[in-house]
């Protein structure tokens, strides 16, 4: 009798482990600021990414074909980082979180490609920047007394 085990490879979970774990250290710093892609968009565009490189890898695609993929999810992921930039007369808004989205995409390629150390390397510099850089970003960015 077969069993739904046998049509599983449960190594599979490794890499959206990766993808999702890491996804959701980027999502909760951008969920505590209130950003607009927070916890669960940060998550599922990182598990997102993994996957079609999951998928590319399984079909024994070319290198040639593997890329294509890439290009595809970046250009694809630029549909969603474009929709939280916004712009009133004087300020553009959401930029930041644009490129966040941009990183995390870039953290499930490489979960999906199975290259641990660099998703890890990068979502910890990643958070390096968001976090620590946060409070310098304000302080450059403060209104001058002349200016009020």
């Not at 294509?68 to 694809?76: K, L, S």
């Not at 995390?104 to 390629?109: A, E």
Request: proline share 3%; with cysteine.
């Amino acid at each position: 009798m077969e069993c739904i085990s046998d049509y599983i490879d449960f190594r599979s979970f490794i890499p959206l482990a990766f993808a999702m774990g890491l996804g959701a250290i980027i999502g909760i710093e951008r969920e505590i600021h209130g950003k607009p892609a927070g916890l669960r968009t940060n998550i599922l565009i990182c598990m997102g990414a993994a996957t079609f490189m999951m998928i590319a890898n399984r079909m024994l695609a070319s290198p040639d074909a593997i890329s294509r993929m890439t290009a595809g999810i970046v250009t694809g992921v630029g549909f969603i980082g474009g929709a939280v930039v916004l712009r009133d007369r004087t300020n553009v808004y959401g930029v930041t979180t644009a490129a966040t989205i941009w990183v995390v995409t870039s953290i499930g390629i490489a979960c999906g490609m199975q290259l641990y150390d660099i998703a890890v390397a990068v979502t910890l510099l990643s958070l390096l920047i968001l976090v620590v850089l946060n409070p310098l970003d304000r302080k450059i960015h403060k209104p001058s007394k002349e200016t009020e």
